[in-house]
């Protein structure tokens, strides 16, 4: 069993990313974004706490019930995404030329994510892990070079997350994010998150900055 931390997080190292195949069973394809590859700036998550449903009576507040999740988002800003990477998520098709198209029958493919990041007094690794869901890119910026040299813009992109079914232990249950404190037990949560992938996992670059041009 992982061992518990605090809420104090540190950083956010990587972003773990597989690909559904299409009947959304299975993991087929899976990515790290990390350093030059993607490199992780942020990451927020939204609609984590249900509506809260209650009932008043005689002139005070008798029962209230919170239970599962709201409709859950996230936008991640990533650095210098892989363009085959990006096409494969958000669904954009390349034709014989090497285009990418985006029209009335680009549907982007049910992904699975896990950003990774550590604990602040440990440096243990914190995962949370969203189960199911889809991103998008909402916009496209071009913009002329300054006189002075500026860091780069990140890519932006959205996620619309729902619930799958987990195995929690022995017993099925619909989930839609996980969280996992620590090194120990790491490999399993990831399995389960990652289901059926049995491809070669990822390289992940050793490069730690990247030099500006």
Request: glycine letters at 12%; aromatic letters at 8%.
């Amino acid at each position: 069993m992982a061992q518990s931390q605090g809420s104090y997080k540190v950083g956010f190292k990587r972003v773990h990313v597989g690909v559904f195949n299409k009947e959304g069973k299975a993991i087929e394809q899976k990515f790290i974004w990390e350093n030059e590859n993607g490199g992780t700036v942020n990451m927020n998550i939204t609609g984590l706490a249900p509506d809260l449903v209650d009932m008043f009576a005689s002139n005070k507040r008798v029962w209230m019930k919170k239970q599962g999740t709201n409709e859950v988002k996230s936008d991640m800003d990533i650095f210098n995404i892989p363009s085959d990477d990006l096409n494969t998520v958000i669904g954009r098709s390349k034709d014989k030329n090497g285009t990418a198209w985006v029209g009335e029958n680009t549907r982007a493919p049910y992904v699975a994510m896990v950003g990774e990041s550590e604990d602040g007094l440990t440096g243990e690794p914190v995962y949370v892990a969203l189960l199911k869901g889809t991103f998008s890119l909402d916009s496209i910026e071009f913009k002329t070079k300054g006189e002075k040299a500026e860091a780069p813009d990140p890519t932006k992109l959205t996620g619309d997350w729902m619930s799958r079914t987990i195995d929690k232990d022995g017993t099925p249950e619909g989930i839609t994010y996980g969280y996992h404190e620590g090194s120990a037990g790491a490999d399993e949560f990831l399995k389960k998150v990652f289901v059926g992938f049995t491809g070669t996992e990822p390289e992940v670059s050793d490069s730690e900055t990247v030099d500006a041009p």
